[in-house]
């Protein structure tokens, strides 16, 4: 295939700040083809929403994504979602995978895939705990439970993950593991910890170009060589108050490779 080169977006957590984001990328508006988003979202269209999201009280706040629910407000572009820890789950876990929640806005689901400009695009939503990893409670059953238990991703999720058998881009939440070499160390506790092995499994059997990811607030990218010389790029994002370290924007080029512009010196 070739022809027009195109753009699109990675954008690290919003939490419901919707124009901060729109902000972040308003000078490639008009270029942009769609926009993914790597979790913790908030799509809280009203207060009932609020209350079925897992944060402690003071970091509960409605957001933006109502104007955009109701209308008054809508993206210039498509936006395509995967979920993270701070979710309105009791929300999201009853819609079907691919669901336009506004206009121009799309759901991934918890594990889903979708083509977009010609690239396989496939999500997994939610982070590793271990005590949700067999089993997530019915959403139906949500008010006997703390919205916490439903944070988390289910190994049947990630098997669900594997059967796609390949990815062009691959969006989490919570890092891959075994990011961290001597070289490239964060100043975080134990960096052999960073990450979940589950979403680094996911990397290593679909080998995509590429991996966005957020959840940290941290900007970080990296670059996995595999043995046949092929390259995957993981691309971890900041949260939107971080200003340009929460946006990536890339140019899929007519020979179908997929280029950075943050390392074109495009930015």
């Known amino acids: 295939m070739t022809g027009e080169d195109i753009y699109f977006a990675g954008v690290g957590d919003v939490h419901g700040e919707m124009y901060e984001m729109l902000g972040l990328l308003k000078k490639w508006e008009s270029r942009l083809s769609f926009v993914l988003q790597v979790g913790d979202f908030e799509p809280h269209r009203h207060e009932a929403d609020l209350q079925t999201m897992d944060a402690p009280g003071k970091y509960r706040k409605l957001g933006s994504f109502a104007h955009f629910y109701n209308g008054?407000?809508?993206?210039?572009?498509?936006?395509?979602?995967?979920?993270?820890?701070?979710?309105?789950?009791?929300?999201?876990?009853?819609?079907?995978?691919?669901?336009?929640?506004?206009?121009?806005?799309?759901?991934?689901?918890?594990?889903g895939t979708v083509e977009l400009a010609g690239l396989k695009i496939v999500g997994l939503?939610?982070?590793?705990?271990?005590?949700?990893?067999?089993?997530?409670?019915?959403?139906?059953?949500?008010?006997r439970h703390s919205n916490a238990d439903y944070i988390g991703f289910t190994e049947n999720e990630v098997l669900q993950?594997?059967?796609?058998?390949?990815?062009?881009?691959l969006l989490l939440h919570e890092w891959p593991r075994g990011l961290m070499t001597p070289d490239n160390r964060l100043d975080v506790i134990d960096p052999e910890m960073v990450g979940n092995e589950y979403a680094r499994m996911l990397v290593d059997s679909l080998k995509p170009r590429l991996v966005l990811c957020g959840h940290m607030h941290r900007y970080f990218c990296h670059q996995i060589v595999w043995p046949d010389d092929t390259i995957t790029r993981v691309c971890c994002l900041a949260h939107t108050?971080?200003?340009?370290?929460?946006?990536?924007?890339?140019?899929?080029?007519?020979?179908?490779?997929?280029?950075?512009?943050?390392?074109?010196?495009?930015r």
């Open 161 to 169: 993950g594997l059967e796609f058998q390949r990815a062009d881009i």
């Open 125 to 143: 939503s939610g982070i590793y705990k271990e005590h949700l990893f067999e089993k997530r409670p019915p959403i139906e059953e949500i008010d």
């Open 241 to 266: 108050r971080s200003g340009s370290n929460a946006v990536e924007i890339f140019r899929l080029s007519g020979n179908r490779s997929i280029e950075s512009l943050r390392s074109l010196d495009e």
């Open 72 to 111: 008054s407000a809508v993206f210039p572009y498509p936006v395509w979602f995967i979920g993270g820890n701070h979710e309105p789950y009791g929300f999201l876990d009853r819609i079907a995978n691919n669901t336009e929640i506004a206009t121009n806005c799309y759901y991934l689901g918890r594990v």
